[in-house]
């Protein structure tokens, strides 16, 4: 029984090592533009119905996690939510827009990005804010299209 477990999990390990092709410049260029159209939907989302738009494009997974700007440690999906929730009801108005943004395919369904955002927003007393956050994670390919899987924001 050992034998047959390990012969099939050396065998799963081989399979997935060469099914993982390296990425070319073309599909590094696609998956880029992919992406970047995500995140144009996802700002044009947030700026249009509110923060709660973010729900989908976040990895509902239990694999999510994400530092928000004050934290010092990780949240799950759960907890992102609730605060995203809680912020919708004092936030009129957010638009985002990236200032400089790298993107890294991994493979095919996994990317890296980093960058930074310029965020205007307006409180429920019309207060206008402007700042920049420095953000970075990594988001992954789901039948639903790109999403957030993991990463941290701070406010600079």
């Known amino acids: 029984m050992k034998l047959i477990w390990t012969a099939s ?18 599909n590094k260029a696609t998956i880029s533009l992919e992406i970047k159209q995500m995140f144009d939907s996802f700002h044009k989302d947030i700026t249009e119905n509110g923060l709660e ?12 996690f994400w530092v928000p700007p ?26 985002f827009t990236w200032e400089s943004i790298k993107i890294v395919p991994l493979t095919n369904e996994i990317a890296n990005y980093s960058g930074i955002i310029k965020c205007v927003q307006v409180d429920k007393d019309l207060n206008p804010v402007t700042f920049k956050i420095i953000e970075s994670g990594t988001l992954i390919k789901r039948k639903g299209g790109w999403k957030f899987l993991n990463g941290q924001s701070r406010i600079l």
């Open 53 to 64: 738009s973010e729900f989908k494009y976040l990895d509902d997974s239990s694999d999510f």
């Open 9 to 26: 999990l050396f065998i799963i390990v081989i399979f997935n090592s060469y099914s993982q092709k390296n990425l070319n410049d073309e």
């Open 70 to 95: 004050g934290y010092k440690e990780t949240l799950d999906y759960d907890a992102i939510k609730n605060i995203l929730i809680e912020n919708s009801k004092v936030v009129n108005f957010i638009e």
